[in-house]
């Protein structure tokens, strides 16, 4: 039996994940992993397409990637088929450097852009090479933590944190500090069904979420107007109260946004913010 045709169409955003032949280590040193980055953002001009993050492990990579009309297939090739001939010239060897087929994960909702990030650059943190996401130079918070443009799309991103640069820049930094606990790996779509769904379980020692919610005081009509997802000024206080104390018992950005129809981002930036009657409304 053939392959599935991938899901791809203009304008698609894609976590793509490749690794080595045989998991092998095809990045063994700082050069390789140069080479490998320059591939990746000096094609994105030429190929049409924007790159939102990105890492680069010892026997794989992650990246975020927006298509246009060409497609991710001939993409990858371009890429790939550029480094292994590198590859296989500077080590003097010859056959597959990558393995047979990379994994292209279709992002359907722009809101767990911000999560995904995270979880991307967070790869080197949970294999143990580094403490934090700062301290590992292979991936792209860099050009996050720094503000830097280039051929590097930050502003989608950014701007969904604040309209203000600088602020934007210090609620990233916190949000890279957050274990993600997602495993974006293991998913078929982002934001849309999973292949091996896993039904959630409510832990007996956290209070419900709509409980959490009620507690603000919030009145009924309130209450209701803040499960449909309204973005009226007035319920801000009570969504800001309700986030932080449900982020305080490990309820995750995702369980939070969901209950109350927000988006991660935004419950990121009611986690940062001060409870007040004149808050930006959410």
Same mark, same amino acid.
């Given at each position: 039996?053939?392959?599935? /045709?991938?899901?791809? &169409?203009?304008?698609?955003?894609?976590?793509?994940?490749? =690794?080595?032949?045989?998991?092998?280590?095809?990045?063994?040193? @700082? %050069?390789?992993?140069?080479?490998?980055?320059?591939?990746?953002?000096?094609?994105?001009?030429?190929?049409?397409?924007? %790159?939102?993050?990105?890492?680069?492990?010892?026997?794989? &990579?992650?990246?975020?990637?927006?298509?246009?009309?060409?497609?991710?297939? =001939?993409?990858?090739?371009?890429?790939?088929?550029?480094?292994?001939?590198?590859?296989?010239?500077?080590?003097?060897?010859?056959?597959?450097?990558?393995?047979?087929? &990379?994994?292209?994960?279709?992002?359907?909702?722009?809101?767990?852009?911000?999560?995904?990030?995270?979880?991307?650059?967070?790869?080197?943190? !949970?294999? =143990?090479?580094?403490?934090?996401?700062?301290?590992?130079?292979?991936?792209? @918070?860099?050009? #996050?933590?720094?503000?830097?443009?280039?051929?590097?799309? $930050?502003?989608?991103?950014?701007?969904?944190?604040?309209? @203000?640069?600088?602020?934007?820049?210090?609620?990233?930094?916190?949000?890279?500090?957050? &274990?993600?606990?997602?495993?974006?790996?293991?998913?078929?779509?982002?934001?849309?069904?999973?292949?091996?769904?896993?039904?959630?379980?409510?832990? /007996?020692?956290?209070?419900?979420?709509? @409980?959490?919610?009620?507690?603000?005081?919030?009145?009924?009509? #309130?209450?209701?107007?803040?499960?449909?997802?309204?973005?009226?000024?007035?319920?801000?206080?009570?969504?800001?109260?309700?986030?932080?104390?449900?982020?305080?018992?490990?309820?995750?950005?995702?369980?939070?946004?969901?209950?109350?129809?927000?988006?991660?981002?935004?419950?990121? !930036?009611?986690?940062?913010?001060?409870?007040?009657?004149?808050? $930006?409304?959410?």
């Amino acid at each position: 039996m053939g392959r599935r /045709p991938r899901l791809e &169409y203009e304008g698609a955003v894609y976590h793509v994940i490749q =690794k080595g032949n045989n998991k092998e280590n095809i990045f063994e040193d @700082d %050069i390789h992993k140069e080479i490998i980055i320059n591939n990746v953002l000096n094609y994105v001009k030429p190929m049409k397409y924007s %790159i939102y993050g990105y890492v680069i492990m010892s026997n794989h &990579y992650h990246l975020i990637i927006q298509t246009t009309d060409i497609p991710l297939q =001939k993409i990858m090739h371009r890429i790939n088929n550029n480094y292994s001939k590198y590859y296989n010239r500077k080590m003097n060897r010859t056959g597959h450097v990558f393995g047979d087929r &990379y994994k292209a994960i279709p992002v359907l909702d722009e809101t767990y852009l911000l999560t995904l990030i995270r979880y991307v650059h967070q790869n080197p943190v !949970r294999a =143990k090479i580094c403490r934090t996401v700062k301290e590992y130079g292979w991936n792209s @918070d860099f050009f #996050y933590r720094n503000n830097v443009k280039g051929n590097l799309n $930050i502003d989608f991103v950014l701007n969904m944190l604040s309209e @203000d640069r600088e602020k934007a820049v210090t609620l990233y930094e916190g949000f890279m500090s957050t &274990y993600e606990q997602e495993n974006y790996d293991e998913k078929t779509t982002i934001g849309g069904a999973l292949q091996n769904p896993v039904p959630e379980v409510c832990s /007996p020692e956290r209070e419900e979420l709509d @409980d959490i919610l009620r507690q603000t005081e919030v009145n009924m009509e #309130y209450f209701r107007l803040i499960k449909a997802g309204s973005r009226r000024r007035e319920l801000t206080p009570y969504k800001t109260k309700y986030v932080q104390k449900a982020f305080k018992l490990n309820y995750t950005l995702k369980e939070i946004g969901d209950n109350v129809n927000i988006s991660d981002a935004a419950v990121f !930036r009611l986690i940062n913010s001060k409870i007040n009657e004149n808050s $930006i409304s959410y």
